[in-house]
């Protein structure tokens, strides 16, 4: 047997390593790899699969980072690690370059989140404020009609040569324009309405309006119902006479007419102040509801940043669920053709 052995030696075939030649793998050896590369997919036990679970949490260097656990926007820990949890469960990754691409997907659905989180906040940044910002611009908007139109007259200088170059049409027209605007406004029908029932109290009172009132009364009115400020205008103190001299009833009664006359035209323009007002409300109810509609999307600046962060994340997770896939298929045994790469560079 001693002297065999080395006859044995000598005349073994060399190994496929020293003769540099690849032994073919036959078809029964391929067929049996496939089988146990299905049989070896991880653990089956919902144990093990927690277990295996928590190792990829507890060492992946995404899972570690790729939630905020701090500061206000502070996230929710577990709720990624049950993310996790699921596309583990989902994929039964094996090695670490399969168990890296799952934590990918997990960071790309976690940020994800995110974008969308962040389109509630673009939409809420409006619309919790929408109310408040309407009543301030539209008070700022009727206040502003209201000192227009009574500073346009005061301010004007005959003298001032940038005075000059508006001609008067201009002039009158932008008072005529304030006064237009001042009916839409709830601040401007107040303002009105209050000067309506000054009036009225005077004349109740006094037997007629005073200049001051008279004049306001002008820059609010007399450019949409100038006959109702002329009737306004008439409605002066009587005329003083000698001392002794009695009025005649003729003229105490033609008085009396005169400002049962003014106060029934101011009656009439508080009815329409009241219909004015209503009409308002309702407008400003319509627009508030439009606008609220309006701020449904994100503003354009806010949803281009959203739209490019959305596109990057989405091209990340399809990468690495690609070359997940691929992976598992190659680990199974399956034939799996290389990529298609296109070089879509312009040529020199």
């Known amino acids: 047997m001693s002297l065999q052995e080395p006859s044995q030696k000598l005349s073994t075939p060399p190994s496929p390593e020293k003769s540099g030649r690849k032994r073919p793998v036959s078809e029964r050896r391929i067929q049996a790899n496939r089988r146990n590369a299905l049989r070896s997919t991880g653990p089956k036990t919902a144990r093990g699969k927690s277990t295996v679970a928590r190792n990829a949490i507890k060492h992946g260097l995404l ?16 709720e990624f690690h049950s993310l996790l949890k699921g596309l583990w469960e989902s994929y039964e990754p094996m090695g670490v370059v399969e168990e890296s691409l799952v934590q990918t997907i997990a960071a790309c659905w976690w940020r994800k989140a995110r974008v969308i989180r962040a389109e509630n906040g673009e939409i809420r940044k ?8 309407r009543a301030q ?6 206040n502003f009609d209201l000192a227009r139109s009574h500073l346009d007259l005061g301010l004007y200088d005959a003298e001032n040569k940038a005075d ?10 932008g008072i005529q324009s304030a006064q237009t605007d001042m009916r839409s406004h709830i601040s401007g029908l107040l303002y009105m309405s209050v000067l309506l029932h000054r009036a009225k109290s005077e004349i109740v009172g006094a037997g ?20 109702f400020t002329h009737a306004c205008l008439h409605a002066r103190p009587p005329e003083t006479k000698a001392e002794g001299v009695p009025p005649k009833d003729s003229e105490d009664k033609q008085a009396e007419k005169e400002r049962g006359f003014v106060l029934e035209l101011i009656d009439t323009q508080l009815e329409r102040m009241k219909a004015f007002g209503e009409s308002a409300f309702e407008r400003e109810g319509l627009q508030g509801d439009a606008e609220a509609r309006s701020f449904s999307l994100p503003s354009a600046d806010a949803t281009d940043k959203i739209l490019r962060y959305e596109a990057h994340l989405d091209r990340q997770l399809y990468r690495a669920m690609d070359q997940l896939e691929r992976l598992q298929r190659q680990r199974r045994g399956e034939n799996v053709p290389p990529p298609l790469n296109i070089n879509l560079s312009k040529r020199s």
């Open 63 to 78: 899972a570690r980072e790729v939630v905020i656990t701090a500061g206000n926007g502070e996230e929710n820990l577990e």
């Open 208 to 227: 007629y309006i005073s200049e001051e009132t008279q004049k306001k009364i002008l820059l609010a009115f007399c450019f949409w119902d100038y006959p």
């Open 137 to 142: 611009r539209t008070s700022d908007k009727g």
């Open 164 to 173: 000059q170059k508006i001609s008067s049409r201009e002039r009158w027209s």
């Open 126 to 133: 409006r619309l919790d404020t929408l109310h408040g910002d």
